[in-house]
């Protein structure tokens, strides 16, 4: 496979600079130096790694894409903006052209997957890019589908924390919802207790101080009904370089998917485990 161009869209934002950061590492990878970026940010570039990667705002990110085609050819996009940008920068790839990783979570995905799906492109989008939590959950969606209302009776808590400036509710605990819901428990998204206050993560959740600007703590409790049985079920995640190690598996999956001519193709994480 010959070296994948990649766009990395977010910057500079935690998690894009750490994903370009890790393409600029590998051999396999080349970073074309534009980021698509929000209307609030001033700057009119970011230097990571010793690349200056020009920032790009709304109003000048087709002209500005178009000529990064132009230029180095076809590439990947990844996408680690924000929530609110979700439908309109997916909306935007598919009008352009360019397949794309959707490493944002948020926004409404249905409309998402219908956009790729009516364009002609392929795309991976994930609410986690982190291999073994995903790989967690397809255990939890195995038992959802072998075991429906295995936990019928039992009570549910979802406790999700994040640094400070993640907007939204992890898409990771919405998904988790829907699984155990399908296992015979009642809970609704807005059930989720969501913690961002720095403070509270420290001295009650003992988030390590280091990781209070990028963290993604997780625990699911069930009790029993007479509360005789407790199941606890943990992930945390310090720091961001799980989520770029899989998104790199993710864009050299997107690019073999392509190179078979895959088009209007929505990918998951799942995909990307199993190579399918």
């Not at 396999?28 to 990571?48: C, K, M, N, V």
């Not at 076809?74 to 990783?101: I, K, M, Q, W």
């Not at 997780?218 to 190690?245: C, K, M, P, Q, W």
Request: charged share 25%; proline share 5%; with cysteine.
């Amino acid at each position: 496979m010959s070296t994948v161009k990649v766009v990395v869209n977010g910057i500079p934002g935690k998690v894009a600079c750490t994903v370009a950061g890790h393409i600029l590492s590998d051999p396999r990878f080349e970073l074309i130096p534009i980021s698509l970026t929000g209307p609030e940010i001033g700057q009119p570039a970011h230097t990571i790694k010793g690349v200056s990667v020009a920032l790009t705002r709304p109003e000048a990110r087709e002209a500005a894409m178009t000529e990064s085609r132009r230029r180095h050819g076809g590439f990947l996009s990844v996408d680690y903006t924000h929530p609110d940008a979700v439908n309109s920068n997916a909306e935007f790839y598919c009008r352009l052209g360019l397949p794309f990783v959707m490493g944002t979570t948020g926004g409404d995905r249905t409309r998402l997957e219908e956009a790729v799906r009516r364009s002609e492109i392929a795309a991976v989008v994930a609410p986690n890019m982190a291999k073994q939590i995903v790989g967690f959950q397809a255990m939890m969606e195995y038992a959802a589908d072998s075991f429906p209302g295995l936990f019928q009776g039992y009570t549910l808590t979802i406790r999700e924390s994040h640094q400070k400036g993640k907007a939204d509710t992890s898409g990771t605990a919405r998904a988790m919802v829907r699984y155990f819901n399908r296992l015979g428990i009642p809970f609704s998204e807005d059930q989720i207790a969501m913690e961002r206050d720095p403070e509270i993560q420290k001295t009650r959740w003992a988030v390590p101080e280091e990781h209070l600007a990028g963290h993604g703590w997780h625990t699911y409790t069930l009790v029993s009904a007479d509360r005789t049985v407790r199941f606890e079920f943990t992930h945390n995640v310090n720091g961001r370089e799980i989520y770029a190690g899989g998104t790199l598996d993710a864009l050299l999956f997107l690019r073999k998917k392509l190179d078979e001519g895959a088009r209007g193709r929505v990918f998951t994480m799942i995909d990307v485990l199993k190579g399918a």
